[in-house]
């Protein structure tokens, strides 16, 4: 019965309780409420089960630890989205270093005079399968933005408050990314044409 009572509670309420009286059964109610959403969107992003799993943890320890700082300002969910998206892209860029990579974003970053504006409509036309590949030639960061925004629902205002952006530069971001995933799948549907042409010939 008590579980279940603390089910129906609220975030902001589990963490008054918990700060009140630092009891871990009610911060374990608040990790078993969001414990798969983060390793989902760690999994999402950095491609590797054991990475991914190493990295909720580390998640869970910072939520843990900054508790106390978490202000009504922006939603709970909001507030872990975001640890969670800056921990991982810092994983990422550290990866990179250490590979020496370079990154999608300085091979193609048009000038915005350049950007022609692909509508959510004719984005979300695109094909499902090919799509997929396409985001996967993109940054993470990127790719990110736009699954939250199209796959998820995350509205402007949230992604802005989960990346520490502005508005306007979040809006900039979706432009930037639907444009390089439409020049990868606009690649990828004439490579697939050319090699159909050499089939039938």
């Given amino acids: 019965m008590q579980t279940l009572n603390l089910n129906k509670l609220s975030d902001k309420e589990l963490i008054d309780l918990y700060l009140d009286d630092q009891k871990q059964l009610y911060f374990g109610t608040l990790y078993n409420r969001y414990a798969n959403k983060v390793y989902g969107k760690c999994l999402s992003m950095l491609k590797d089960n054991v990475l991914a799993e190493d990295a909720a943890q580390e998640i869970f320890t910072k939520i843990f630890l900054r508790l106390a700082t978490f202000n009504e300002t922006a939603k709970f969910s909001t507030w872990i989205y975001s640890i969670t998206y800056n921990f991982c892209i810092d994983i990422i860029r550290k990866q990179k270093r250490t590979q020496n990579t370079v990154s999608t ?57 989960i990346t520490g952006k502005s508005e306007s530069a979040i809006k900039m971001q979706l432009k930037r990314a639907k444009q390089k995933v439409k020049k990868y799948y606009d690649t990828i549907i004439l490579t697939l044409y050319l090699f159909l042409d050499l089939l039938s010939k």
């Fill in 105 to 161: 974003d300085d091979e193609y970053t048009p000038e915005i005079a350049d950007i022609v504006e692909l509508t959510d409509d004719e984005f979300l036309e695109l094909n499902l399968s090919k799509l997929g590949i396409a985001l996967n030639q993109i940054p993470v960061e990127d790719k990110s933005i736009l699954l939250m925004k199209y796959q998820q629902g995350v509205p402007i205002k949230e992604l802005a408050e």
